[in-house]
């Protein structure tokens, strides 16, 4: 009855009522013409954390996100009718042992980036098959039992062609992201009770300090690495003098890849900014916020998808960065470069996105694919961070013209009046 579920096709029926199995049976028998799926916005989140916005994936599961929660109408109706949300278990098992089965085939991919596939059904055959080789009879009744055996065969039947390609997973700095966004939106709610009640935690403002010196001159790094593997200064180098300088350009052009990964686990390294400035009771604005929580998967689609030109808007990006930490850890004189900084890589990011998607729109090489969602969601995320950059740049104006002080920085989180000045927010001037 369940194709690809073997040895454990009994198992799974024979606890099962015959109300159950004559009616999933029928539907089976029809194609499972009509399933009524049950929407579950838990598990759509999830899945576009986990796949960072995979185009295959959202095109294949957006209609049935919640394949894991296909249930009939009667299966829901004799749930209502047992103590205790087996249809939660069910939920939360499938998730689990699904990552997990993930995890393995991304660590797969990473040695030969096949295009292995596997459907929702695989990953309920393998929990059903780990749990028959343990003998765990107790836990096989669960999740065969109503809407259970209506999971499992929609789940095969209904969504087997919903495939998890390891394409759009190929590497497992993919995976990261999404894991560490979870764990900072948690921390940072429990940080924000924790500082309300208590107060901040000691020694911040000194580790904010030395992070901020740190991640300048990493960026500042980074940036010339970016800038001496472009070709036109490698071609500058000749000069016996600057000989080293090429060799180092030609090594960094050759670990293109490396380099893209590094700058995208950069993004991710910048969360530590939100639970740093939560720590010291200062309050998260909107840019700062979304900034740090978007630009992972800016990266991810425009850096290590699809990389056209990545390292004209990173080498500007960098050198904005190791001006503005530098600034945050108590360099003033950097502050009146930074609005310039800000807006020249948002607005070379934005100007690039349109001229890639114009040659591409407009490329006479039809037998190619041409893909411009990845240049597309870049411009939206560039576009929000301009615009949320341009509104805390006039809110700050308007402060000063108020004449609330000269404006100082400092290492809080907030605006703070303390020695004659306001200590800049670290949202402000973020981007």
Known sequence: MLEGFGETEEGVLEDASERE????????????????????????CWSCFVNWLPDRVLEDTV????????????????????????????????????????????????????????????LLAKELNHHQRRGDRGRLKRLTRAPGIAVAQSIHAGAKHTYIS???????????????????????????IHIHKQGPFPHVSTLIKVNNYIYSVVSLLFFIALVCSSELVTKLCDLDVLHALRHFGSYVRVHDEQMRHIYHLSKTYEYID?????????????????????????????VLRNHTGWKLLAALNTLHHAFMYAYFGGVASFRPILPFTGFLQLMVGLVGEAVIVHTKNNSKLVEEAVVLWPHIVSAALLGMYFVLFAFELMALARRQKNGRGKVTVGVTG??????????????????
């Open 274 to 302: 939100i639970l740093l400035v939560l720590a010291t009771g200062g309050r998260i604005g909107w840019h700062f916020g979304f900034h740090h929580l978007t630009t992972p998967y800016l990266t991810y689609v425009r």
């Open 414 to 431: 907030d605006l703070d009046e303390n020695q004659g000045g306001i200590f800049v927010s670290r949202s402000e001037l973020k981007t």
């Open 63 to 122: 209609g049935r996100a919640a394949v894991v929660r296909v249930v009939s109408r009667e299966a829901m109706s004799s749930q209502r009718q047992r103590k205790g949300p087996a249809n939660v278990k069910i939920v939360i098992i499938v998730m689990i042992r699904g990552c997990h089965w993930w995890g393995v085939w991304s660590l797969r991919g990473l040695a030969n980036h096949d295009e292995t596939r596997v459907t929702w059904g695989d």
């Open 166 to 192: 390891l394409a759009t997973m190929y590497s497992i700095t993919s995976l990261i992201p999404s894991s560490i966004t979870l764990f900072i939106l948690s921390v940072s709610l429990h940080y924000h």
């Open 21 to 44: 199995r004559a009616f999933v049976g029928d539907r089976l028998a029809a194609g499972v013409s009509g399933p009524v799926v049950s929407f579950n916005p838990v598990i759509f």
